[in-house]
């Protein structure tokens, strides 16, 4: 009797103890997420829309969070490792310079995801997550060429690499479409951190008589975007919605959703499902084009009416129809290069 | 064992010890204005660097071309020169050892890696011939050459590999070096190589050379008295020539044994400051080869030390980085404190001028 009742309480002291594990296993699920910056964050362009997204995922999502500014490019591989060996579940990094050093990690923590933005992958467990620039870049491209007034247009990029090719092409297609006589100016500065190049390339592409300059250039812009603004003319950012930089001068930016696709391989993640592979964002993902095409999830009211924008962006409006009912295909260098 | 410790030269250690303490107390004011607890942070920058087994091979890698850059700095200096133009010669070094790696093939590591290491130290004394020649011919100054001559082999570097040596479109970069041209690695989980080995024997051969041969002598002598050195016999501009070509070819080195051992192909955006902190180290190690040594592998721990900083807190870099860098200032900046000698000195006249009237009274 006094053994059957010991037997009885021990059963039940056992299930009670594996119910409890068990629920331990269900709140242990919240995952680590680490993010390895390519550069220090405030650019207010591209690392910090990866940051945002990461902030996001911490505020939505049942995740823990880190980030890293490695200070050069030496302290990429070590930095992702340590991430590894951390235990993180998904570990996202930056853009082609840091390939190499999530290619060779993610070899030696094959359990282990990675997700890199701006670069294709070979690997079973990185995922890469790339954007339509050229087609948001065309779009801003429309823009322009609709307000000029000079016909005289400028590009500045960060590094003359296939990626930043995608802006000028889909930049320079653009504005042809709409204005066909208009001259473009295009200048390449090798370095995303270097203001002061940027600046230079800028002024000298207003004192030719641009009077709009489109940049694709890092923390790099920020030099074109106050050259613009001691010039008194027109400029387009990139990336984040950078307007309320320069209220007066900055008619657009080219909104490169970074962020969002950060968060949705976050969320991926915590859904158990990020697939290896690629994942393409462009204007069907809404993740490409100027600012102004959203405006239900960006904040406009600060941005200044420009005079003639409005129709601008009429004329934006018309082509992201066409290109979204496959009546225009813009070139994509990136894939004539792989060819 | 009273007076074995009255000789010894406490000044340096003082010095040192007085340095780290006030830059510890500086960076601390920064740390606690921005919300950190200083004696945390502290803790783990130092765990960061010296404890580990990572950590200690993070601080080799970081270690190793400083050693090998602060040599060539060392190198012009005793032989009179200044050459600032280390980090030029060191991206020389490194393309051409890129070069090496993945151009010629089929060639067994034995060979492959000497032969790479080879064409780096040529590239490096070739570029540093240029300020050489410039100086002892048309007597310029070799400060603004090499300077200038840094910004040169960035642009050219930066055009090889976005026109002549680029891999694939998608990148400017060279391809990877072959397997055989690899420095082999010290471990699986960080990228330190022999490396290190190579850097530290290097160091005390420098050491020695200085120290105890005829050679060592002249160009001590050149470098430090050199109408001196002409009246004895020693050429200082011929000492002077070669000592540049050697510091050009040490840095050049130093490229190849980076290029070689942690990267395997040249990139744009090659990492800087290699170079420069080799200046900096040749003058935190007070201009002797074993000093340097210590300061670059102190130097290579601190900033493994700020990286783990970076890993383990939501501290901003710059701010870890800060510290790291009053460390060094301080260290280098020695002659604020050489108001404590007198002090000391007026200390102890007054101690005896006070006994010496007891005794009279």
Redesign the interface.
Known sequence: MNKKLLTGVAVFVLMIIVLLSFGQNVQAETKKIALVLSGDLGDRSFLDSAYRGLKWSEERLDVETRYVEPANPSEFEPSIRAMARAGHDLIITLSFTMLDATNNVAQDYPDTQFAIVDAVSQEQNVTSLMFKEHVGSYLVGVLAGKMTETDKLGFVGGMEIPLIKRFQIGFEEGIKAVNPDAEINVGYVGAWDNPGNGKEIAKSQYQNGADIVYHAAGKTGEGVIAAAKEEDKYVIGVDSDQCYIAYDNMIASMMKMVDIAVFEAIQDVTEGQLEPGTKVFGLKQNAVGPCRLYSDILDLDNHKDFTGLDEAMKAVEEYKEKILNGEITVTDPMEMDTE | MKEFINNINWRPFIIIFLSLLLSLLIGSIFMISSGYNPLNVYLMMFQGAFIGK?NIM?SL??ATPLIFTSMAVLIAFRTGTFNIGVEGQLFMGAIAAAWAGFSLEGLPSIIHIPLSLLFAIIAGALYAMIPAILKFKFNVNEIITTIMLNSIAFLFT?YLV?YPLRE?????QTPKVFESARLPRLT????VSVGIIIAVIFAVIFWFVFKKTTFGFRTRVVGEASSFAEFSGISPVRTAFYGMLISGAVAGLAGGVELLG????F???????LGFNGILIAWLGKGTPLGALFAALFYGGI?SG???V??ITSI???LS?TLLVLMVFFIAAEGMFDWVWPLKKKFLNKKDQKAGVEKNA
């Open positions: 990572i993070n890698k970081n930066s976005n694939s479109p998608m990148a400017p699986d989980s960080s990228q942690v990267h395997y192909r990139v744009e955006l090659f990492p800087t400051g900033q700020a990286m783990t970076d890993w901003p870099r710059q980085d």
